[in-house]
């Protein structure tokens, strides 16, 4: 997270010892990850793309309010993971369910950060904007397109495994709640091969129907995370051992969110929230917040 982008390892739960840096503006594709022609193209379709990303939430928010389609295959670090408990797709589809002691806004606005990343999540070795397409000029949310890497593995045996995401994150005003809602570039354009990386890393894909809801409880002082990854790798990796391997993946990523902002040592901006305003108005006008209240998901019987 922002999106969920976790590697195949599992270096357990800890906080980095790398000092806080001060603070910086996002990256962008100026390391030139992905070629700029194409982030061209995708740019002159975002009229299309947040209707893509918010039919995306849509379906995302079906899919974690069905309690009869889930079954939890782990719990741990006070995180339970649920698997669909008819599975067809051979791609990892796991719904992940925590809570967290601190504020939705808090959490959102921790994960939301570019600057840290790389820095407390040993996992990720890069994590840039690459454009914005609707972006609030306050809060900074809205709609963009993201780059994730992760870490190759195994003495480089497992390449990296980077993801193109289009990307989008609101607050729901009523409910205190922000949601976001995330899927590859690849999957927008339905075309077969993600966009060719220039960084040597393998390209992953996040499914249509990502994302997640961040909902306040306990009088919105704590925060229900509601996440559902849809994910292949891709590459030589069997979809068996990713879907094994995957689950204790995600319960020691959104553990180790806790422990990072527990321990205090990376600093982060708070959301101002307020009335969106510029550049994530445009073409948007009279838009309703996507609604995602009392979203509870049990363990099936």
């Known amino acids: 997270m922002s999106e ?10 800890s906080v980095s010892e790398a000092p806080v840096e001060e603070e910086r503006e996002p990256a962008t594709n100026e390391q030139g990850v992905v070629p700029e ?8 379709m975002k009229k299309e793309i947040v209707k893509y990303l918010d039919d995306n939430a849509k379906t995302m928010r079906a899919n974690v309010t069905d309690k009869t389609k889930w079954v939890e295959v782990l719990d741990r670090y006070g995180v339970k993971v649920f698997s669909p408990k008819d599975k067809v797709n051979t791609h990892a589809e796991l719904l992940t369910v925590t809570e967290h002691p601190r504020s939705p806004l808090e959490v959102f606005s921790f994960i939301r950060d570019f600057a840290n990343r790389t820095h407390w999540d040993c996992n990720v070795s890069k994590h840039v904007r690459l454009k914005k397409l609707y972006i609030d000029e306050k809060t900074d949310l809205g709609y963009d397109i993201t780059y994730t890497r992760t870490q190759p593995i195994a003495g480089g045996i497992v390449t990296a495994r980077s993801f193109v995401n289009l ?3 609101e607050h729901c005003s009523k409910s205190g709640s922000f949601v976001e809602s995330v899927a590859s570039v690849d999957q927008f354009l339905n075309e077969e091969d993600v966009p060719e990386r220039t960084d040597y890393s393998t390209g992953a894909t996040m499914f249509f129907g990502s994302g997640g809801l961040f909902e306040p409880i306990n009088g919105g002082k704590h925060c229900r995370i509601t996440y559902l990854t849809l994910t292949d790798p891709r590459g030589w990796l069997p979809h068996t051992v990713v879907n094994q391997i995957m689950p204790g993946e995600l319960a020691g990523y959104f553990n180790l969110i806790k422990t990072v902002m527990d321990s205090k040592k990376y600093e982060y901006k708070l959301i101002p929230l307020g009335t969106p305003k510029g550049a994530a108005r445009e073409g948007k006008e009279e838009r309703k917040s996507t609604k995602f209240d009392d979203v509870i998901v049990q363990k099936s019987s």
């Open 4 to 13: 969920v982008a976790v590697s195949l390892q599992s270096p357990g739960p």
């Open 167 to 169: 990307r989008m994150g």
């Open 37 to 44: 022609e194409f982030l061209e193209r995708v740019v002159k």
